[in-house]
């Protein structure tokens, strides 16, 4: 009988439709219905965003820690952190995230990263000396100034009065107040992004994020002028040039107010969790790697999940197998950067929207598929 052969699963969450566990459960039934030919080693993985908790909290022998804070909107909502050691790992999609809203309440004006804020000062009062705040999937475009006033710091508008925390207030902000913050002089940040945008401009956090947010033209020029003149605050406050932040534009700006203002690095959030999950070592003796992705295109390889994983692998010489849910432009890219081969569940356009509706049905055909044409111990 030829020797088991060895999969290491390690593939994103389908936002919305499939989750890593799902995922992994699946493939899990595909050993089984293997007999006995193939071994699947499941792995919690993700690259910033939806799944990062668990995917860390697995991974480091972690706990969630339950808690209250404010959604984008200022209303109190159930939420959570992670724990490991002496450090603590905050998701903005958790607190501050654009799937917390409806569709009619996104507007970048309006929302505010408060909760986040109130989860890092949380984690900090329990003890935390080594914050990470993943940045993904934020309904903000307040630059930060939400969390940054939930730890204290006061934004002065030019009546005097302090921020509240929210986008609109960004162009009346004349000077920052730090008086109260003397309690994070001893703490490590770091900050997980995968983008690597400045704060203003046309590549920007305003004028590339804002729209998905809720953004219309007028209001993406007043967010813009208020990261300009936040900027300028910023430089007169800590002496620093705020679009020099390589991903300051990340979560509405907030990459930039927490860099700067916290002194915080900013970190490729995929090679952050492939370290914190231990993946090289955990793929030294797979066979091959199944990786995945609700969509693959020309972007996929430019600070997704998929590209991390094949820049791992590639350093191994191990061959991996992408499951995803639809092919879009430019995909064939990822194959000259090691993908062996790649099974869409969404056979063509039209097959989008059931594939969707039906996840798990479509996911499991194109693993049978890619068991069938690629992993099968013949």
């Known amino acids: 009988m030829a020797e088991k052969q060895k999969i290491v699963i390690a593939s994103d969450s389908f936002k919305g439709s499939l989750s890593c566990a799902e995922i992994n459960e699946i493939w899990h039934n595909i050993a089984r219905e293997s007999g006995g030919t193939i ?33 984008p909107l200022f209303r109190k909502i159930n939420t959570r952190y992670g724990v490991f ?107 997980l992004c995968d983008v690597t945008n400045p704060l203003t401009g046309s590549f920007g956090a305003a004028r590339v994020f804002a729209r998905q947010k809720g953004a219309d033209d007028k209001t993406i020029e007043r967010l813009e002028r ?5 900027k300028r605050v910023l430089g007169e406050k800590y002496g620093k040039n705020a679009d020099e932040t390589v991903g300051g534009g990340a979560a509405g700006g907030m990459g930039a107010g927490l860099a700067i203002v916290l002194g915080a690095k900013i970190s490729s959030g995929i090679e952050e969790i492939l370290n914190l999950i231990d993946f090289d070592e955990k793929i030294k003796t797979a066979d091959y790697i199944v990786t995945g992705e609700g969509r693959i295109d020309f972007q996929s390889k430019d600070g997704k999940l998929i590209s991390g994983i094949l820049r791992h692998a590639k350093a191994q ?47 499991e055909r194109a693993a049978k598929t890619a068991y069938a044409t690629f992993l099968k111990n013949t």
């Open 39 to 71: 071994e699947v080693v499941p792995l919690l993985v993700a690259d910033g965003g939806d799944g990062t908790l668990d995917a860390v909290i697995s991974a480091k022998n972690g706990k969630s820690v339950k808690c209250k804070a404010f959604d």
């Open 85 to 191: 050691g002496d450090a603590a790992i905050i998701s903005v999609s958790e607190v501050s995230g654009l799937a917390l809203i409806s569709e009619s309440e996104r507007d970048p004006l309006k929302t505010t990263s408060f909760g986040t804020g109130e989860l890092i000062k949380q984690a900090i009062i329990s003890g935390a000396k080594n914050v990470l705040v993943t940045l993904g999937g934020s309904a903000t475009n307040d630059c930060g100034i939400g969390a940054l006033t939930a730890l204290g710091f006061k934004f002065v508008k030019k009546d005097g009065s302090p921020c509240r925390g929210i986008g609109e207030e960004l162009e009346d902000i004349v000077s920052i107040d730090d008086t109260d913050t003397a309690y994070l002089n001893n703490v490590n940040f770091t900050l």
């Open 226 to 230: 208020g990261a300009i003149n936040f």
């Open 317 to 363: 010489n191990k061959k991996v197998v992408a499951v995803v849910g639809s092919l879009g432009e430019g995909y064939e890219a990822l194959l000259s950067e090691g993908l062996t081969a790649v099974f869409p569940m969404a056979k063509d356009k039209t097959e989008v929207s059931a594939a969707i509706a039906h996840a798990r049905k479509y996911y």
